[in-house]
């Protein structure tokens, strides 16, 4: 069972460059999520989806858009990457509302630098 | 603002010992609250709690949420070296958001 797959696993981005990640899930979930990880900080929601063609801010979104053109993929843009940006970004899928019947299904996570 | 607190940050114990990692929270529209265990990758799901009281079991690990007091407690009890890990509290919240505020985590290491 594949679950949440992210692509790719590490980049270094130099800063003003632009990426995309790729997250993929095999689960038919209707929400996703893009979270970023930050020492000391715990996880803060970037952006989400709550179905095909829909995206939403979360509590970080400066900087970043999303895209969630088919149900089973979502992806994260960083249009001219900042030192700032440097994290860990996790993926993660629900089948409802995460938190209130279901449970996030979460990616193995893509370590990003920018130098 | 949502926050959601866990405490110790860290915590060093020897295989065997029995350990309580706390998470407390202050929300609006609390709906559930959830803990996660981290080891190297990806964050994995072992409780939803949204019932004072009630204890959640599997294993060696156990939580139980105090709705009044706004704080869960996960237990891990004959604790193994695999249980070294950070282990995140996350707090959902209802409305249009949907999505989970997340503690620091607590960072436990299990040595022999």
């Known amino acids: 069972n594949a679950g949440v797959t992210q692509t790719p696993k590490f980049r270094v981005l130099k800063t003003g460059q632009s990426m995309t990640l790729l997250c993929a899930q095999d689960?038919?979930?209707?929400?996703m999520y893009w979270y970023r990880q930050d020492p000391g900080m715990g996880l803060r929601l970037i952006h989400y989806?709550?179905?095909?063609?829909?995206?939403a801010k979360g509590e970080v979104p400066d900087g970043y858009n999303v895209s969630r053109l088919k149900k089973q993929n979502f992806l994260l843009g960083l249009e001219s990457a900042a030192p700032s940006q440097t994290s860990v970004y996790f993926c993660?899928?629900?089948?409802?509302?995460?938190?209130?019947?279901?449970?996030?299904?979460f990616g193995q996570g893509t370590r990003l630098t920018v130098v | 603002e949502d926050k959601v607190v866990q405490s110790p940050l860290s915590l060093v114990v020897h295989e065997g010992d029995t350990v309580t990692l706390n998470c407390s929270y202050e929300?609006?529209?609390?709906?559930?609250l959830l803990w996660y265990k981290q080891e190297k990758k990806a964050p994995t799901f072992l409780f939803m709690l949204?019932?004072?009281?009630i204890e959640k079991k599997s294993g060696r690990l156990s939580s139980i949420l105090d709705k009044k007091e706004l704080f869960s407690i996960l237990n891990i009890t004959a604790t193994q070296t695999g249980d070294s890990a950070i282990y995140l509290c996350?707090?959902?919240?209802?409305?249009?958001?949907?999505?989970?505020?997340f503690g620091t985590g607590t960072r436990l290491q299990v040595t022999l």
């Open positions: 993660a899928s629900s089948y409802m509302r995460t938190g209130l019947r279901s449970e996030a299904f």
């Open positions: 689960m038919n979930h209707e929400y």
């Open positions: 989806s709550v179905g095909e063609g829909t995206t």
């Open positions: 929300v609006t529209n609390f709906r559930s």
């Open positions: 949204t019932s004072s009281g």
């Open positions: 996350a707090v959902g919240v209802a409305g249009t958001a949907s999505k989970l505020t």
